[in-house]
């Protein structure tokens, strides 16, 4: 990886105080994003992959810390900064929306005042110039009658409205980048296929790069260009939404994809199970976290941590069964 | 065509709601508005829709967990509220929250073993049995029965939930939303344990669900609601090769990337569920619909015959072939 | 807003008279009569001539609920009725006292808000810290003190030994402003001292939790400051909550002036009220109460009103 990419994350770790000393909840998560990309990092809850996000924009909560590892920037350092360098990264360079939108706004405060707050913490705009930025946003995430939504109260609007209010929001800068944390999670199906095609629209319009943080395949499956596969805090496996979908090499990569219905699945299919659960993130294996659920799993891999390494351009895996699991058919799919 | 287990009729239930101090402005929420289906023996019927289309207070009405305003519901024929006690505990229904449906001071075996000992007349020893067989049923060992239910996975705990559910030999199991609140590879474990227990022991269900997917992979039948009233039903099959109502539609272009696999004109909606205190005259659906006509606004369209099985509440069927 | 405001004072008014009928009657129904009273304050026997005649002067021989009738006319064009031991309007009695207490009272709330509400914000921003644990530990000890030993407290450090304050008294501010203030000073701190301990704790734990709701990341998400996020937004959604429980506690802080009038000797309206009802003076205890319940809910009004300017989901 060279230093040309809108955003290099390397080998950074989490961690929490546990009861037998500190634990990572994020362990050696390494990736790039380019201008326009969306890259989605998909995993079950526990996987770490909102922390890898909020690591980031160093919002992580208050007993966690970055152990290790780097995060540039446009090739600036961003983990040594201060929180005072911070605020000017935040929502100017680096945005971030979450998952529940409903209680993402300050609730006693209206769409407009926080939006024109927005934008004059990060610009030196007089006020009557905010307002316009503002309501030109709320008319970008197509919001109908904006000049109404900016006298309303968050509680006033629909969950769908308050996602295009936090879009609106995260955007009126200008950054770079979007961090979107399982953002359709809490709405319909309906406001979510509303969402999604927001952001692509968005992206297509200002080349934003978006890293979308999900638990959810058919996302990823309609909006990925790369993708990165979480499990108990470590990456399994990237590439591209080609390499993942269709030549999926880690044993989990091909488990998950088996076992989520999908609309175009065969009848009489039986879906993938993965046996057991996850471990207790405080006491996990010392090899492979995935050892103890894994088909293919021999002595050596609950034994050797594996390393994440790159099989094909592009491709990375991390496993130490990796020839030969890649012989093996991935799913129904083929 | 097997014996109709469940028959729903003209179900109506409305919520009254308040507003105001001295509660004037008076409302209502049409949460199910006239809802009729039958549900055959061994098979399942899914319900899907999005939040509040009033399938969670349908199946609630169903076990008479809120009293309903109009119509009927039939098992085997009886209205439900004149099923003796043993008749009435072949209905059963699991939640979407296990944890909000286990009692948190209470191990797992007292809890799989509360509808023996509410229904009476098993030893101690009966009951141990019938429990540690629940549990192996549901994949669980021994050992899981002197747990705490915050001590159980997620998934764990729905297996507890389906565990005593399945006491007492059930033969109708609502389940709203079963796996919602479940990681995806737990979600498989949990679908694929209600698909084997259904083949196991010929259980009818009514599988509550907004996700379209799931639904697919376990019902036979789909019926698909939108503020209060059945907008489509159909065999899976027919539902998703060949959706004919406007709203399924725009709920299978909702999934992402499903945009290349569909066989009809894709449909994105514009704006949010209308409420359910104030419905849309004439067709529900028809202020979000985009081939909305004239009459759609003054008529109310009826269930009609499509296909095999097969029917849409649309007044523009016909021009929507395809 | 209007009509919020027209509906609160619609509701304030239907209080009001409900308050002061259920005074009238409860006046009736205590043990002992007024007149017999007023005769004999020895219990000596009286002249029933006298006594008719008195009854009569005072409205006393009617029946009941003509008599209500009469005092409710009264109330409505601004009389009150004569005080029977004041000898005078209870009207002007009450216009002595009532702005006495009033200060006391005000003087008090303002101390108690300046010094709990700030010091509540730093407990909880600074939560788990010396800060924190040294201020809930003496708020603790604020709200278990009694008015009266802590007022006694104060009179023995800063009148009799320190001799800064005057021990008790009153001076009419037109008298001698300085002289007035300095003996406002104790019974103020009195009174403000465990009503600032309730508050710093209510601000301390709205504040927490204004602090773990959901919007806090996002906001700083924003790139909103620390300085930013906690001085405005958390402490307006923090308000909503310690605004309506100092409402509530309002009733707390008229109770308190009671003990504290009585230790520092001050002439307001509730030693007014004390003397009254070991007098049977009705009118005046009745005035006494239509104030003090008016008061009470004038001040759940306003902070109803305060409530729904801070809160627009309560509009």
């Given at each position: 990886m060279s230093g040309k990419h809108l955003l290099e994350v390397k080998d950074i770790r989490v961690v929490f105080p546990g009861k037998k000393g500190e634990f990572a909840a994020v362990d050696g998560v390494t990736f790039h994003l380019d201008q326009g990309e969306i890259l989605c990092i998909v995993g079950e809850s526990g996987s770490g992959k909102t922390m890898t996000g909020l690591s980031v924009l160093g919002l992580l909560p208050e007993q966690a810390r970055v152990a290790a590892g780097t995060v540039r920037y446009q090739g600036r350092e961003l983990l040594g900064l201060s929180e005072q360098e911070m605020y000017g990264i935040r929502g100017k360079e680096i945005s971030m929306i979450f998952q529940d939108p409903m209680v993402s706004l300050d609730q006693v405060f209206t769409v407009g005042s926080q939006l024109v707050e927005a934008i004059r913490v990060h610009t030196k705009m007089d006020k009557r110039s905010a307002v316009e930025l503002s309501l030109e946003m709320l008319d970008k995430v197509r919001i109908p009658n904006p000049e109404r939504v900016f006298g309303s109260y968050p509680f006033e609007l629909s969950g769908g409205m308050c996602q295009r209010v936090m879009i609106a929001i995260a955007l009126c800068c200008h950054p770079k980048v979007l961090i979107a944390d399982e953002?359709?999670?809490?709405?319909d199906a309906t406001v979510q296929a509303q969402i999604l095609e927001l952001l692509v629209e968005l992206r297509d319009a200002t080349h934003i790069g978006i890293i979308l943080i999900t638990h959810d395949l058919d996302i990823v499956k309609g909006m990925a260009d790369r993708i990165i596969v979480m499990y108990a805090g470590k990456m399994m496996e990237m590439g591209t939404r080609q390499d993942v979908f269709s030549n999926p090499l880690h044993p989990y990569t091909q488990g998950l994809l088996k076992c989520v219905p999908t609309l175009d699945m065969p009848e009489g299919f039986r879906l993938y199970n993965i046996e057991g659960i996850v471990p207790d993130i405080q006491d996990m294996p010392e090899g492979c976290r995935f050892c103890t659920r894994c088909p293919r799993a021999e002595e050596e891999c609950c034994i050797v941590q594996p390393e994440l390494r790159e099989i094909a351009p592009g491709h990375f895996v991390s496993c130490l069964k990796v020839d030969e699991v890649s012989e093996v058919k991935a799913g129904w799919a083929q | 065509m097997t014996e109709v287990l469940l028959e729903v009729k003209e179900l109506k239930k409305y919520f009254p709601v308040a507003q105001g101090m001295f509660y004037r402005r008076k409302g209502v929420i049409r949460a199910v508005d006239g809802v009729s289906f039958q549900v055959h023996r061994g098979e399942t019927l899914g319900l899907v829709g999005e939040s509040g289309c009033g399938k969670s207070t349908l199946s609630r009405v169903i076990l008479q967990l809120f009293p309903r305003d109009a119509g009927e519901i039939r098992y085997r024929g009886r209205d439900v509220e004149e099923l003796d006690r043993s008749q009435r505990s072949k209905l059963r229904m699991v939640f979407q929250n296990p944890y909000g449906s286990l009692n948190p001071k209470e191990k797992v075996f007292s809890a799989i073993a509360e509808p023996y000992r509410i229904a009476g007349g098993y030893s101690r020893q009966q009951i141990e049995e019938e429990v540690l067989h629940l549990l192996g049923l549901v994949g669980l060992s021994p050992a899981h029965a002197r747990r705490y239910p915050h001590e159980l996975s997620g998934g764990q705990r729905q297996r507890i939930a389906i565990a005593r559910v399945l006491a007492l030999e059930p033969e109708f199991i609502i389940c709203d939303e079963?796996?919602?609140?479940?990681d995806v590879s737990i979600q498989a474990q949990i679908l694929n344990l209600l698909k084997d227990i259904q083949e196991e022991f010929g259980l009818t269900y009514l599988f509550i669900s907004h996700d379209l997917a799931v639904v697919k992979y376990i019902c036979d039948r789909i019926a698909v609601m939108y503020l209060g009233k059945i907008m489509e039903i159909a065999p899976a099959r027919a539902l998703y090769a060949k959706p004919k109502h406007p709203y399924t539609r725009a709920l299978l272009s909702a999934v992402p990337g499903a945009a290349d696999q569909l066989s009809f004109e894709r449909i994105v909606l514009e704006g949010d569920t209308p409420n359910a205190i104030d419905p849309p005259s004439g067709c529900r659906f028809r202020t979000r619909c985009p081939y909305a006509e004239e009459v759609c606004a003054h008529e109310e369209p009826d269930l009609t015959s499509?296909?095999?099985e097969h029917f849409s509440a649309c007044h523009l069927l016909h021009k929507l072939a395809g | 807003m209007a009509r919020f405001f027209a509906k609160r004072t619609l509701t304030a008014i239907i209080q009001v008279l409900i308050v002061t009928t259920i005074v009238f009657f409860a006046l009736k129904m205590m043990p002992g009569d007024p007149v017999l009273l007023m005769l004999s304050r020895d219990g000596s026997s009286v002249d029933p001539a006298a006594y008719e005649a008195l009854a009569k002067q005072l409205g006393l021989d009617k029946p009941i609920l003509r008599q209500y009738r009469n005092w409710l006319t009264g109330l409505f064009t601004g009389d009150l009725g004569m005080s029977y031991t004041e000898r005078r309007p209870v009207m002007d009695a009450i216009g002595d006292r009532l702005p006495r207490t009033l200060e006391l009272a005000g003087a008090s709330l303002l101390i108690a808000v300046v010094i709990g509400i700030p010091l509540g914000i730093a407990a909880a921003v600074k939560r788990g810290s010396w800060v924190d644990l040294l201020l809930t530990g003496i708020s603790s000890l604020g709200q278990s003190v009694p008015v009266y030993v802590f007022g006694y407290i104060l009179v023995l450090i800063f009148a009799l030994n320190m001799r800064l304050l005057p021990s008790s008294g009153y001076v009419p501010i037109h008298r001698n402003p300085v002289e007035h203030f300095r003996r406002l000073i104790l019974p103020a701190c009195t009174i403000a001292f465990g009503f600032s301990a309730s508050m710093l704790r209510m601000t301390r734990s709205s504040m927490l939790e204004a602090l773990s709701s959901e919007f806090v990341r996002p906001l700083y998400a924003r790139g909103l400051s620390k300085a930013r996020v906690h001085m405005k937004h958390m402490v307006r959604n923090m308000l909503i909550p310690v605004v309506t429980i100092i409402g509530l506690q309002l009733g707390a802080l008229i109770a308190g002036t009671v003990l504290c009038e009585a230790v520092f000797n001050w002439p307001g309206i509730a030693t007014l009220l004390v003397k009254a009802i070991s007098n049977r003076d009705y009118p005046l205890i009745q005035g006494c109460m239509l104030i003090l319940s008016i008061i009470f809910i004038v001040t759940n009004m306003v902070v109803d009103l305060l409530y729904g300017l801070l809160d627009p989901r309560a509009r």
């Open positions: 953002p359709t999670t809490a709405l | 079963p796996v919602s609140a479940l499509c296909g095999t | -």
